[in-house]
Antibody, heavy 119, light 110 residues
Framework: EVQLVESGGGLVKPGGSLRLSCAASGFTFSSYSMNWVRQAPGKGLEWVSSISSSSSYIYYADSVKGRFTISRDNAKNSLYLQMNSLRAEDTAVYYC????????????WGQGTMVTVSS | QSALTQPASVSGSPGQSITISCTGTSSDVGGYNYVSWYQQHPGKAPKLMIYDVSNRPSGVSNRFSGSKSGNTASLTISGLQAEDEADYYCSSYTSSSTPIFGGGTKLTVL
C-alpha cells in the first residue's frame, strides 16, 4: 500500500525547535519530489517547502524561509522538516505530500502531525 | 504572493451541478496548465481530484471535471451527492517554481 506517515509533532514553546519526519512506503520514494503543506486550525492549506527527488532543488515559502529546513534520506525512504525559531503562527497540522507530476500535483498525503507553538 | 481566489462557499441540491472558480494571475493559473483541485473532509487529509487542469487521477469519479480560461480555473461537480460535501482547494504551479493554494471553498449539499 502506498503510504506516508508523519511523526514528530507536539507542543513547543515560542522560539523552540521541532523536527518532523515522514516515512514513505509502497512506492519508489527516490523518484518523487516531496513537499510539506500545513493547515492552521480552521484555516486553509499553505504550502511550506518542497525538495526534488535527488535534493538538488529546494524551495521554501517566505513565511518559513531561514527558519525551516527540508531534507530527505532516500536510503531510509524518509522526508524531514527541521523547524527552528518557532512562532505561534506556525501552529498547524503538517502534512507531507508526494508530487505526482513534478508540477505540484500532490497525489499522496500523510495523515498529518499537529504542531502547537504556545507558552 | 497572495492566495488564489475562491468563493468561500457554494451549495447545491442532490443531482444538481455546481462550479467552483479559482482566480489567479498570469504568473500562476494563467501561465501554466498545472492547476490541481483537492477535496478535504473534516479531520481528513486532502485528496487530489483533478490535476493539470482537467486530468482525473485513477479512482476519482467522472462527475468531477476541471477547466481553465485565462487566469481562472474551474471545478465542476455534476450529479451532486451528499458525500461531495467537503472543502475544496485549488492550487497552481507558479513562476517561482512553487505552488500556491486557493483559500478554499466549502461545498454544502442541501
Amino acid at each position: 500500500e502506498v503510504q506516508l506517515v508523519e511523526s514528530g509533532g507536539g507542543l513547543v514553546k515560542p522560539g523552540g525547535s521541532l523536527r518532523l519526519s515522514c516515512a514513505a512506503s509502497g512506492f519508489t520514494f527516490s523518484s518523487y519530489s516531496m513537499n510539506w503543506v500545513r493547515q492552521a486550525p480552521g484555516k486553509g492549506l499553505e504550502w511550506v517547502s518542497s525538495i526534488s527527488s535527488s535534493s538538488s532543488y529546494i524551495y521554501y515559502a517566505d513565511s518559513v524561509k531561514g527558519r525551516f529546513t527540508i531534507s530527505r534520506d532516500n536510503a531510509k525512504n524518509s522526508l524531514y522538516l527541521q523547524m527552528n525559531s518557532l512562532r505561534a503562527e506556525d501552529t498547524a497540522v503538517y502534512y507531507c505530500a508526494r508530487d505526482k507530476t513534478q508540477r505540484d500535483a500532490f497525489d499522496i498525503w500523510g495523515q498529518g502531525t499537529m504542531v502547537t507553538v504556545s507558552s | 504572493q497572495s492566495a488564489l481566489t475562491q468563493p468561500a462557499s457554494v451549495s447545491g441540491s442532490p443531482g444538481q451541478s455546481i462550479t467552483i472558480s479559482c482566480t489567479g494571475t498570469s504568473s500562476d493559473v494563467g501561465g501554466y496548465n498545472y492547476v490541481s483541485w483537492y477535496q478535504q473532509h473534516p479531520g481528513k487529509a486532502p485528496k487530489l481530484m483533478i490535476y493539470d487542469v482537467s486530468n482525473r487521477p485513477s479512482g476519482v469519479s467522472n462527475r468531477f471535471s476541471g477547466s481553465k480560461s485565462g487566469n481562472t480555473a474551474s471545478l465542476t461537480i455534476s450529479g451532486l451527492q451528499a458525500e461531495d460535501e467537503a472543502d475544496y482547494y485549488c492550487s497552481s504551479y507558479t513562476s517561482s517554481s512553487t505552488p500556491i493554494f486557493g483559500g478554499g471553498t466549502k461545498l454544502t449539499v442541501l
